[in-house]
């Protein structure tokens, strides 16, 4: 369970490879970029614990406040204005972060729809050669995810308490992604199997030790998270469950109009 705010931390490494199709020399780009942008990430963050580990005793991290060590250490650093210099940083943080997922996202319907596994209107790019439609969708599904909260009342303080949504939503969101990565790699071994002649740009790391690891990995957590996080992780895997047979009746009414 403590490994799905790290995941989280490293999550959309991929989305590179959602714009593909657009990027100049792809052999070299994507994989150059997967591994800078993973290591970047991978570095910044150990970094960052050495610095909480050197400014705060091992005590005050244990008990932050709300878990925020961040807040904890920069206000150490910055008695008083520590909080709002994070509160910037973390600003500039998400804002960059929502761009690449916005961005990257509405591609993958743009491709489904390519395949003729979506909504026709998601294929189509405007003036701009951006999927507009996919962005209304992905912006409608968001506003869906992030609008409801969940509320009770706490009788003892005589107030209204909402329930954390950030954590909530962070593991819905890796205990669905973790299924997918698992089900891409497995398919790795299937086309190796199935299509062993076809040319192959792009090389797995360690094949087949490490993807056999990373499923290992993955599955693990997946079932962890089902059985200990069963409130998050439960639609997650309804929801995923439930893209199974609405893949195969786009699958058979493309077949059909083929």
């Not at 959309?12 to 100049?24: D, L, P």
């Not at 991978?42 to 960052?48: D, K, W």
């Not at 940083?89 to 979506?118: E, K």
């Amino acid at each position: 369970m403590a490994q799905t705010n790290s995941l989280f931390s490293a999550d959309a490494w991929n989305n590179i490879t959602f714009t593909a199709g657009e990027v100049k020399n792809p052999r070299r780009n994507i994989p150059l970029s997967l591994v800078a942008g993973t290591g970047l990430v991978i570095v910044l963050y150990l970094l960052a614990n050495v610095a909480y580990l050197c400014v705060l005793p091992f005590d005050n991290i244990k008990h932050a406040p709300e878990d925020r060590v961040a807040t904890a250490a920069i206000e150490a650093l910055f008695p008083g204005t520590g909080p709002a210099i994070l509160a910037v940083a973390i600003m500039i943080s998400t804002f960059g972060c929502m761009n690449g997922l916005i961005l990257a996202g509405a591609r993958v319907y743009y491709a489904m729809a390519a395949d003729g596994l979506f909504f026709k209107a998601t294929a189509k790019l405007n003036r701009f050669s951006v999927p507009a439609v996919g962005l209304l969708l992905q912006c409608i599904w968001t506003c869906l995810l992030v609008l409801p909260r969940t509320r009770k009342v706490d009788l003892q303080a005589g107030k209204v308490v909402y329930g954390n949504l950030y954590n909530d939503l962070l593991n819905y969101v890796i205990f669905a992604v973790l299924i997918f990565y698992v089900l891409t790699i497995i398919g790795l071994f299937v086309l190796r199997r199935k299509r062993p002649l076809v040319e192959r740009p792009y090389r797995a790391f360690g094949y087949p030790v490490v993807p056999i690891l990373y499923i290992l990995a993955a599955t693990t957590i997946s079932i962890v998270l089902l059985l200990y996080q069963t409130k998050q992780a439960g639609p997650g895997l309804l929801i995923v469950l439930t893209g199974v047979p609405v893949y195969f009746l786009w699958k058979r009414r493309r077949d059909r109009i083929a």
